[in-house]
């Protein structure tokens, strides 16, 4: 019986990690295709994850986006990320975004139907799972920002976030993060039509409330991209971040990212990249634009060991 119980506390342990660390996950698919490099990049429907004064900057006055992205895809019942995210700029100088995540995990009584690699599975002393009346864990986040232009170079911007966990047998958690991010763009008077940007983010800054005790991910990073474009059809994005994740049951210590994103008249692109963290993964991405459609694909490549093994996302979005 006390394995029983003490198993049954280290389950609860492991939900309360990830009830903190699905907000870590990149839902982009654009950018997860640049090997997950997020806060310096060009502005779009998902910069309210990444940076929200991304899209001060931007061309179009409105985006959009819905994407999925599952990944353990060989195995029954496995993890996934719904996702949306949007803005709209209010004149020249401010903007607003919103998005949206649902992630859900395995349901854990119906692990003994077919995978036994979930490392918390509750068994009696004569190694039985436990059946346990559960539910899938899950958690919900909704994000909010406002985004000021304070002059023609630099953008600031404030996302508030609310997070909802459920563990699946009964715990549920609640959190309110804050996100604060700077973003700059210069252009280069060397090359024509070519832009440095500049970006900085401390995302996850909150607490938990009501009887959670979890401490939240808090994430720095910093970085810059390059926008080089050779003739009227080619252009090239190069960027790189860095930074480090604090607090993070799971996924703690410092992180880094590069991306590449080759453009053929702004209809088709193709993106690889590669990301330095608890795992090192690269990953590869493809992007297609049809009028005001834009499509998005990304793939990660890892070793055999990695949780993000056989992961991929898919997105679909507007923009006016």
């Given amino acids: 019986m006390k394995k029983i119980i003490s198993t ?7 939900a309360g990690a990830y009830a903190q660390d699905f907000v870590t996950i990149n839902p982009n698919p654009r950018t997860s295709g640049m090997g997950n490099a997020t806060v310096a990049v060009s502005g779009d429907a998902y910069s309210v994850f990444g940076n929200a004064a991304a899209p001060l900057f931007e061309y179009h006055s409105v985006q959009a986006q819905v994407s999925y992205t599952p990944w353990q895809s060989n195995i029954a019942d496995g993890y996934y990320l719904l996702s949306l995210g949007g803005y709209v700029k209010l004149g020249q100088r401010h903007a607003l ?3 949206g995540r649902w992630f859900q995990e395995p349901k854990l009584a119906g692990l003994e139907a077919g995978w036994d690699g979930y490392p918390f599975i509750p068994k009696d002393e004569n190694g039985n799972i436990i059946s346990l009346d559960t539910k899938r864990p ?4 909704l994000d909010l920002a406002y985004a000021y232009k304070v002059c023609d170079h630099l953008g600031l911007s404030l996302t508030a976030r609310y997070i909802h966990y459920s563990n699946g047998i009964g715990d549920k958690s609640n959190a309110v993060d804050f996100d604060v ?3 700059s763009s210069i252009p280069l008077s060397m090359l024509e039509g070519s832009n440095v940007t500049i970006g900085a983010q401390v995302a996850n800054l909150g607490f938990a409330f009501g009887e959670s005790k979890y401490a939240q991910p808090i994430t720095a990073k910093a970085g810059a991209a390059l926008f080089a474009p050779f003739s009227d059809s080619h252009s090239l994005t190069a960027t790189v971040n860095a930074g480090y994740r604090f607090n993070s049951t799971a996924m703690k210590g410092f992180i880094a990212n590069a991306g590449l994103e080759y453009s053929l008249m702004q209809l088709i692109k193709v993106r690889a990249g590669y990301a330095y963290d608890i795992y090192n993964y690269a990953t590869v991405g493809l992007g297609i634009r049809f009028m005001h459609i834009q499509l998005d694909a990304s793939y990660w490549i890892t070793g055999k060991d990695c949780p993000w093994k056989n ?3 898919v ?3 507007v923009d006016f």
């Fill in 8 to 14: 049954l506390a280290v389950l609860l342990m492991a």
């Fill in 97 to 99: 975004s919103i998005g």
């Fill in 138 to 141: 899950n958690g919900k986040a």
């Fill in 181 to 183: 991010a700077a973003f």
């Fill in 311 to 313: 992961t991929f996302g």
């Fill in 315 to 317: 997105g679909i979005g």
